[in-house]
Nanobody, 122 residues
Framework: QVQLVESGGGLVQAGGSLRLSCAASGRTISSYAMGWFRQASGKEREFVAAIDWSGISTYYAASVKGRFTISTDNAKNTVYLQMNSLKPEDTAVYYC???????????????WGQGTQVTVSS
């Protein structure tokens, strides 16, 4: 059983910053790679970033590379998404997931948090 709880969303101006947190729990949580996805109104859920618990391997969608940073705090079983230089098109509900990295691609194993809303104003 894996449980994920996101927090840290809110309203920011374009060019601003925000940090999202994902608190993870479960007996097997360390066996998963962690990822962030987002879903904007009227669009499909899309991949944002992924990381393994060692922090050695990180992956980013082209749309956020250079602006977002994913990291972990293993003592707290928490994954973070630091978002800088935010744009209105970053507006979405952001979800944390537990999954796997295969040949450099991230796939969710079906575990999701409840989501946290990020809104970026012009």
């Amino acid at each position: 059983q894996v449980q994920l709880v996101e927090s840290g969303g809110g309203l920011v101006q374009a060019g601003g910053s925000l940090r999202l947190s994902c608190a993870a729990s479960g007996r097997t949580i360390s066996s998963y790679a962690m990822g962030w996805f987002r879903q904007a109104s009227g669009k499909e859920r899309e991949f944002v970033a992924a990381i393994d618990w060692s922090g050695i391997s990180t992956y980013y969608a082209a749309s956020v590379k250079g602006r977002f940073t994913i990291s972990t705090d293993n003592a707290k079983n928490t994954v973070y998404l630091q978002m800088n230089s935010l744009k209105p098109e970053d507006t979405a509900v952001y979800y944390c997931s537990a999954g796997g990295l295969y040949s450099g691609r991230y796939s969710s194993s079906g575990y999701w948090g409840q989501g946290t809303q990020v809104t970026v104003s012009s």
